[in-house]
């Protein structure tokens, strides 16, 4: 009688694990990371007890999440592996990703301008606009490039980023903001005048 009740809680055991889901791993982040900051790296994997993160620059942690910085732009390899049933069970998933710093590509203006010149000021560099005056739209904006001829990184800051009006010899101010790009991922980022009549937008982008 007692090797029968034995026999039965091995295979209630058997069954019990033979049913427990299979680990599934997932990772929150897509093609690109941005370097220079100090990230927080989640995971969306399912079915799991523990999580490993192994990068092809010989950095590796366990658990849900974790923080790091990629201080260098450059190509990276992560291998995630969700493990469950005492690891007995795990599944492992491969993704390459690029780490590189955000940079200026252009910038838009929409709205009416009654300016002769439109001027555009972000970490001390100044951008001057002309043929300015006119009606811009979100399909016909008014847009200088700043890529490919200059190269201007935003770094993880607290950063200015203003506007302005040339009429005659004086520079009017349109708009201004202060951002702490640390924590402002938006793009473009947005600077309303205060008037309300115009918008200008600063877009960036990530370098292969």
């Not at 709205?111 to 043929?131: C, D, H, P, Q, R």
């Not at 300015?132 to 200015?160: C, H, K, W, Y």
Request: aromatic share 14%; net charge negative.
């Amino acid at each position: 009688m007692k090797n029968f009740s034995i026999r039965l809680t091995l295979c209630a055991l058997v069954v019990f694990s033979s049913c427990e889901k299979k680990p599934e791993a997932c990772i929150d982040f897509g093609d690109y990371l941005e370097a220079g900051d100090n990230l927080i790296l989640e995971s969306c994997s399912k079915n799991y007890e523990f999580l490993t993160w192994e990068f092809n620059d010989d950095r590796g942690y366990i658990g849900d999440n974790f923080e790091r910085q990629f201080e260098l732009e450059g190509n990276y390899e992560l291998k995630l592996t969700a493990f469950s049933d005492g690891a007995f069970k795990s599944d492992e998933l491969i993704h390459p990703f690029r780490a590189s710093f955000r940079y200026v590509d252009r910038f838009e203006i929409i709205g009416e301008s009654e300016y002769t010149a439109l001027i555009v000021s972000f970490k001390g560099v100044t951008y001057s606009l002309g043929n300015a005056e006119g009606t811009f739209s979100e399909s016909a904006p008014f847009v200088t490039n700043v890529m490919p001829e200059d190269t201007v990184r935003i770094q993880p800051t607290s950063l200015a980023l203003d506007f302005f009006g040339r009429r005659a010899f004086s520079n009017i101010p349109l708009g201004e903001s202060n951002l702490n790009y640390h924590i402002f991922k938006e793009n473009p980022v947005v600077v309303k005048s205060e008037d309300g009549k115009m918008e200008l937008r600063m877009y960036w982008k990530f370098l292969d």
